[in-house]
């Protein structure tokens, strides 16, 4: 859609000029900041500001935000420009509504003045800290919980030089704030892993061990923090330029920051910050003891589907996840891998049904407002399939029970490895493992077994009881044989 009109920038001064329905909850600039927010994508535009957006109107209380872009200067540029505010378009299939948000109370790029970050971090006002910064950031080996070895993280925690990496800056953070007596304060991941909230703690207890502050300091440090577990939900993809055209409609000024959602949008947090929260939970949040049966959940029924519906649809030539649910009999195979495989994996939160859930899941895929690219939810897979399809198999498998549409999933991801749509167009591999992966691939591509066992030898990524176990691998490698021989339309069409 060609929108020629020059119509001014989104901004204070142009605030007046939006319709009403479009205005933010708060006014914005009067809100002074109690959280720090780590990786300004588009998913925290969509999902904790405006959730905190809505709190802070509701309830009050000083949670302005200052959102942190680690590495990229686009979003942090345009928000600049922008006086923080951006806009929020929610996609249903009969339109969209757009509005601006007003909860951000500031922005800053850490990769150019990484010590502006630190200090931020030690300010008594800031009593929150939230993060969304991917699976890989977190930098813990998955198998044995320990940090993995990184000269930049080793650097930033054993030399005076400005922190370089998010764990760097947030050891050092915690480090100036226990310096500087700055009170308790809670570090809240909202990134999809399991026990998010604990595999935080870890990360910085062993920062904070590698840096070799003293035991008098790590007390301090541990005394004034806690790091409560989420499960964060919205689908938001990435913005593009139709985004922003249908944002500038909307407001009648352009906002470069905008982004798009679906109208879901769901948070459970679990309520433990010493230092004080926003009222989240008069903007829809579930505040909990215990987040766990609700990650599982989503991270199993949503993003494990998700997955699947991403490399199986991506190796059929589907752009997006809504053209992928429309190939034949793909839809089939989801429910019975949420009904005979994810369902009984786990012990869902009380009162909720997983195959009901996932229906919800799927209804949500296929809205067709969302453009959801295929690639994106296909990259990292070796960071995201553990815990979205591999621990469901796994927890399958111990129970003497069949994984055998997981082990499709397991297969259609390592035929995505492989580089090749079933018409012979080019797949590219966005993985932080690519090299590793690439390099075992080139030792086993020969045959479905022998792409089966170099994969499975990757420790870090397939869990040693899935690949010690002969059935999943032969299932696996049955699937991958039926879609390198036949292609994934007719291995879904033949699937039983
Ligand atoms: C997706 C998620 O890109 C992906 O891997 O599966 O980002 C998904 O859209 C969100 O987790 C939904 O809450």
Redesign the pocket.
């Known amino acids: 859609m060609a929108v020629t009109v020059d119509t001014g920038r989104l901004g204070l001064a142009t605030l007046r000029r939006l319709p009403e329905a479009s205005r933010p909850l708060v006014r914005p600039g009067t809100v002074p900041a109690g959280i720090v927010h780590l990786g300004l994508g588009a998913?925290h535009r969509a999902?904790q500001a405006v959730h905190t957006e809505a709190a802070i109107g509701a309830a009050g209380g000083d949670w302005g935000i200052i959102g942190v872009a680690p590495r990229s200067t686009d979003v942090v540029e345009a928000l600049a420009a922008q006086d923080a505010l951006f806009s929020v378009t929610t996609l249903t299939a009969d339109g969209a509504s757009t509005r601006v948000i007003g909860a951000l109370a500031g922005v800053r790029h850490a990769a150019s003045d990484p010590d502006a970050v630190v200090r931020l971090l030690a300010d008594p006002a800031i009593r929150v800290v939230t993060l969304t910064v991917t699976e890989k950031a977190y930098q813990l080996d998955p198998v044995t919980g320990a940090l993995a070895a990184d000269p930049e993280l080793t650097a930033d925690l054993t030399t005076d030089r400005p922190p370089r990496t998010v764990p760097g800056l947030l050891a050092r953070g915690l480090l100036a704030r226990a310096a500087a007596d700055a009170g308790p304060i809670a570090l809240v991941s909202c990134d999809?892993l399991p026990a998010n909230g604990r595999r935080l703690r870890s990360l910085v207890d062993q920062c904070l061990t590698l840096a070799r502050v003293p035991d008098a300091t790590l007390d301090r440090v541990a005394a004034q923090l806690t790091c409560p577990g989420t499960m964060?939900?919205?689908?938001?993809?990435a913005s593009t330029d139709e985004t922003r055209d249908t944002a500038r409609l909307a407001l009648g000024v352009t906002d470069l920051a905008a982004v798009a959602a679906e109208p879901w949008s769901?948070w459970v947090i679990e309520d433990d910050f010493p230092g004080g929260r926003p009222a989240w939970e008069r903007a829809g949040a579930v505040l909990t003891d215990d987040a766990g049966p609700w990650e599982r959940l989503?991270l199993r029924a949503?993003?494990g589907v998700?997955?699947a519906t991403?490399y199986l649809g991506a190796l059929a030539g589907a752009e997006t996840v809504v053209d992928a649910l429309a190939l034949p009999h793909l839809d089939a195979v989801l429910r019975r891998l949420v009904a005979e495989e994810i369902a009984p994996s786990f012990t869902p939160p009380p009162g909720v049904s997983v195959p009901d859930y996932g229906e919800q899941v799927l209804a949500r895929f296929g809205n067709p407002a969302i453009r959801?690219r295929t690639a994106?939810?296909?990259?990292?897979g070796s960071q995201?399939l553990p815990q979205?399809v591999l621990h469901t198999a796994a927890d399958l498998r111990a129970a003497g029970r069949s994984a055998r549409w997981s082990a499709l999933v397991v297969a259609a991801w390592l035929r995505f490895l492989l580089g090749h749509t079933d018409d012979g167009r080019p797949l590219p591999l966005d993985d932080p493992l690519a090299d590793r992966l690439r390099a075992a691939l080139a030792d086993g591509r020969h045959t479905p077994a022998g792409v089966v066992d170099a994969i499975f030898a990757v420790r870090e990524v397939i869990p040693a009881d899935l690949a010690a176990d002969d059935e999943f691998r032969a299932a696996v490698t049955g699937w991958l044989t039926a879609l390198e021989r036949h292609g994934v339309r007719a291995t879904l069409a033949g699937a039983r």
């Open positions: 998913f999902h999809n964060v939900d919205r689908i938001v993809p769901q989503k949503l993003n998700h997955s991403a959801y994106q939810v296909a990259s990292d995201k979205r």
